[in-house]
C-alpha cells in the first residue's frame, strides 16, 4: 500500500517536469512570453512498466498507460490534462488498479493558476484536490485558496514557480547551455499543500538526427529527431527537511518544442519507465 500511495505523486510530478542559479518569478513571467515558439500543443501517451524495484518495495509489475495533453497560447493561458491507470501487483500476488486524473489552467502571465485532481483505487474514489492560486504581480506572495478535500488559504512567499513556467524556464536554460536550475514549484499536488524545491540537471544537447535510429515509431513520425533535445534529471526534495536525497527523481528528454520521451521516474526503492507509444499535434491558436 505504501508502494501505491507514493506513485499517487506521479502525476503531478511529470505536470511539473514536461511540458518539462534560481530564476526569479519576475524572468518565469517573461519566459512564459516566448512559449508560442517552444512549447507545442500535443497530446502524447506513454506506456508505463515497472523498471526495477527492490524486495523492500513490495512490488512485483506495474503495468499502465498515461495520457497527457498540452493546449494553450500565452493569451489564453494554458490547459494541461493528464491521466494515468496503472496496475500493481505485490509480492503475494495481489494486484491494485490506480486511476490518476489531473487538469491545471495557468494564465500566460504566470499570476494565476487553477487545479484539480482526483485519485481512484480500484475503482472506488479516494482523495481529491481542488483549489486555485494567484498573485498580482511576479513579485508577490501567491495566495492559494483550496476547496478540497477542506477549505483551507495559504500564502506561498519567495521564488515559486507554476508547472508551465517551470517547463518554459527549463527549455530557456537548455537553449542557452546551462546545466543546473533550480526551482521551487507549486503544482497543486499533495492535497495542494506542498511546494517542493527541485534541482534540475540539464544535459549535454543532442543535435538533431543524432539518434534518429532510437526513436519510437511515434517520434520518427513527428520528426522528434530533426529538433535539439536535452537529457534531464529532476530531483524533487522536500523542503526545509535536510536531506540531501531527493523524495524522488524524474529522467526524460526533453525537446525544443515542450515534448519528452524516455521517462523514468525513480522513487529509491522502485522506479517506473514511461515509453512513448503515441504523439499527435494539435491545432495552436493565435493570440489576437
Not at 511539473?16 to 518565469?28: D, E, N, S, T, Y
Not at 497543486?188 to 539518434?211: N, Q
Not at 530533426?226 to 530531483?235: H, T
Amino acid at each position: 500500500m505504501l508502494a501505491v500511495k507514493r506513485t499517487l505523486a506521479l502525476v503531478a510530478a511529470l505536470a511539473a517536469a514536461g511540458g518539462l542559479a534560481c530564476a526569479f518569478p519576475q524572468q518565469a513571467s517573461a519566459l512564459a512570453a516566448k512559449a508560442p515558439s517552444k512549447l507545442v500543443p500535443h497530446r502524447a501517451i506513454y506506456e508505463m512498466t515497472l523498471d526495477g524495484a527492490r524486495s523492500a518495495s513490495g512490488i512485483t509489475g506495474i503495468d499502465g498507460r498515461m495520457v497527457f495533453e498540452f493546449t494553450g497560447s500565452p493569451c489564453d493561458g494554458y490547459s494541461l490534462n493528464m491521466r494515468m491507470v496503472t496496475q500493481m501487483t505485490d509480492t503475494q500476488g495481489q494486484t491494485n488498479l490506480t486511476d490518476l486524473r489531473s487538469s491545471t489552467w495557468e494564465q500566460g502571465d504566470g499570476k494565476k493558476f487553477r487545479f484539480q485532481s482526483a485519485q481512484y483505487l480500484n475503482d472506488k474514489l479516494g482523495d481529491v484536490t481542488m483549489g486555485r492560486a494567484v498573485r498580482a504581480d511576479p513579485s508577490e506572495t501567491v495566495k492559494v485558496n483550496l476547496s478540497q478535500p477542506s477549505r483551507a488559504e495559504l500564502d506561498l512567499s519567495g521564488q515559486v514557480f507554476f508547472p508551465t513556467q517551470h517547463s518554459i524556464a527549463l527549455i530557456e536554460k537548455a537553449v542557452s547551455g546551462q546545466s543546473l536550475f533550480q526551482a521551487r514549484i507549486y503544482d497543486g499536488s499533495e492535497k495542494g499543500r506542498k511546494v517542493y524545491e527541485t534541482t534540475a540537471f540539464i544535459g549535454t544537447v543532442v543535435k538533431p538526427g543524432a539518434d534518429e535510429t532510437k526513436l519510437e515509431a511515434p517520434a520518427k513520425e513527428k520528426k522528434l529527431g530533426e529538433l535539439p533535445s536535452w537529457p534531464v534529471s529532476i530531483g524533487y526534495f522536500e523542503p526545509k527537511n535536510g536531506d540531501l536525497t531527493p523524495s524522488y527523481q524524474i529522467d526524460f528528454r526533453l525537446y525544443e518544442n515542450g515534448v519528452s520521451r524516455e521517462l523514468l521516474i525513480d522513487y529509491g526503492d522502485f522506479s517506473i519507465q514511461g515509453t512513448l507509444t503515441s504523439l499527435e499535434y494539435l491545432q495552436a491558436k493565435d493570440c489576437r
